[in-house]
């Protein structure tokens, strides 16, 4: 049995759509608390899919993202998919935060500001160590980046960081 499967299954046995959405909604309001970018583009949880272990949040991002061309700056969108991709780690992750190994972002189309931005994230790997997610960013219908990333598994105890 392939780890993908296993998995999914597992994910499928433990979290209903109903706990990963509480789940999704948490990790975005601890972040918005954490962070001064999450702050001043707030977004929100859309949809979860718990049999793909998917969650799709919704921006819109403000003139203060743009770059000397009126769009999107490639950095607010690495941004995006980076906390985006740390949403659905946390929601089926667990109880587990993490930061970020490395990720990579692939701009297909300019992203513009001040129109609602849909994010489609996946978390693909949950094991040891190591998480891995997968982002995708449609203005619309049209699909404008992709990403792909890993992230550390750590819990916190007080002032504590255990890694797991």
């Excluded at 693909?124 to 980046?145: D, N, P, Q």
Aim: net charge positive; proline share 4%.
């Amino acid at each position: 049995m392939c780890a993908r499967f296993l998995f999914k299954k597992i994910m499928n046995d433990i979290i209903t759509k109903e706990e990963a959405f509480k789940r999704a909604k948490k990790a975005l309001d601890v972040l918005k608390k954490d962070f001064i970018l999450d702050r001043l583009v707030p977004g929100k949880v859309i949809d979860v899919d718990s049999k793909e272990c998917t969650v799709t949040l919704e921006y819109v991002l403000p003139d203060d993202c743009t770059n000397p061309w009126g769009i999107s700056h490639g950095g607010a969108t690495a941004w995006l998919c980076d906390l985006c991709m740390a949403v659905a780690i946390s929601t089926y992750g667990g109880a587990v935060h993490g930061t970020t190994i490395d990720m990579t972002v692939n701009y297909i189309e300019p992203i513009p500001l001040n129109q609602p931005i849909r994010v489609v994230t996946k978390c693909t790997k949950i094991g040891g160590f190591i998480r891995r997610g997968e982002s995708s960013v449609y203005v619309g219908s049209k699909l404008a980046a992709t990403s792909v990333g890993n992230y550390t598994g750590i819990k916190m105890a007080g002032e504590q960081v255990i890694k797991v």
